[in-house]
């Protein structure tokens, strides 16, 4: 569901692209943005909740975010994205910019509090 014109223009962009690189019909429609309901504070980020979750408080309380603030930004979706192997350790010096962590102490954080 792209929101305005540019995000639309890249949606069709990037199914173009598909399409020739699979030389397949790609079926997947571009809708409207239409209503949209966020999942309940349990299901967003479940993997970086579940695996880290005094790290998920801590970090909220550092960006100055309640808890669903923070479960809703850039940081917590790369961090999510990062311990689920759907991000490279590259994100990690972003996030640590984004939330005024140290990189060397965030990454030890991830290592030591969890599987990541």
Sequence with gaps: MPRGTAQLQAAKESKRQLRRKTRDKVTAEILP??????????????????????????LAESTGSDLDAFLASAAAGRLNAY??????????TAV??????????????????GSG
Excluded: I, N
């Design 33 to 58: 943005e239409g209503a949209f309901w966020p999942a309940e504070r349990m299901h967003q980020k479940f993997h970086f909740q579940r695996v880290h979750p005094e790290l998920v408080g801590e």
């Design 83 to 92: 311990l689920t192997g759907f991000a490279e350790e590259s994100v990690l």
């Design 96 to 113: 640590a910019a984004e939330v005024g962590w140290e990189l060397e102490e965030l990454r030890r954080r991830l290592a030591v509090d």
